[in-house]
T-cell receptor, first 117, second 117 residues
Framework: AQKITQTQPGMFVQEKEAVTLDCTYD???????LFWYKQPSSGEMIFLIY????DEQNATEGRYSLNFQKARKSANLVISASQLGDSAMYFC??????????????WGAGTKLIIKP | DGGITQSPKYLFRKEGQNVTLSCEQN?????MYWYRQDPGQGLRLIYY???????QKGDIAEGYSVSREKKESFPLTVTSAQKNPTAFYLC????????????????FGDGTRLSIL
């Protein structure tokens, strides 16, 4: 069954250091997409970055990059030069090509990231 | 600017009362979703709608109802049958449903916090 696993419930990182947030996924489909979202304490969900299963390059968006290792079914989010404003919950999500999930997003449990000054 | 508007931001429900959460989008998206988020937890899908006049139950639909009479609007009613409604409710939309939607992120409103009086 489709599943997203985020093994780090919480992380503390020093400001300006790079951060890696782990995400592993499980799907039997060949075509799928992986998403990362940020949820600050105010509650809104902010879309950060997308990686498609057929994309040959790792996705990048500003300070965010996705370390995509297809054989390991891993899609880790890397935040370079962390800032205090990066403190938030981070969610990994996947959409595959249908079946039981019917194109819904499958969500991980999230990682709470706290940046220390 | 296009976006998703949820109202109210805070809502209080009395015992035995039904309450309705509003969700409006002007993104011209076909698909809309309602999620529930409990403190420190991930997102759970309540209902989703692929297109106007159509909707399906998600993982936790019991005690909730929806309608999709207009493309822009997807209100959620929390009925008295929902015995533990205290949670954060997020509405989202995406451009379309189905096989061409794999790479589409969901866009979210700012959420409604529902509490029991």
């Amino acid at each position: 069954a489709q599943k997203i696993t985020q093994t780090q419930p919480g992380m503390f990182v020093q400001e300006k250091e790079a951060v890696t947030l782990d995400c592993t996924y499980d799907t039997s489909d060949q075509s799928y997409g992986l998403f990362w979202y940020k949820q600050p304490s105010s509650g809104e969900m902010i879309f950060l970055i997308y990686q498609g299963s057929y994309d040959e390059q790792n996705a990048t968006e500003g300070r965010y990059s996705l370390n995509f290792q297809k054989a390991r079914k891993s899609a880790n989010l890397v935040i370079s030069a962390s800032q205090l404003g990066d403190s938030a919950m981070y969610f990994c999500a996947m959409r595959d090509s249908g079946g039981i999930s019917n194109y819904q997003l499958i969500w991980g449990a999230g990682t709470k990231l706290i940046i220390k000054p | 600017d296009g976006g998703i508007t949820q109202s109210p931001k805070y809502l209080f429900r009395k015992e035995g009362q039904n309450v309705t959460l509003s969700c409006e989008q002007n993104l011209n998206h076909d698909a809309m979703y309602w999620y529930r988020q409990d403190p420190g937890q991930g997102l759970r899908l309540i209902y989703y709608s692929q297109i106007v006049n159509d909707f399906q139950k998600g993982d936790i639909a019991e005690g909730y109802s929806v309608s999709r009479e207009k493309k822009e609007s997807f209100p959620l009613t929390v009925t008295s049958a929902q015995k533990n409604p205290t949670a954060f409710y997020l509405c989202a939309s995406s451009l379309r449903w189905g096989g061409s939607s794999i790479n589409q992120p969901q866009h979210f409103g700012d959420g409604t916090r529902l509490s029991i009086l």
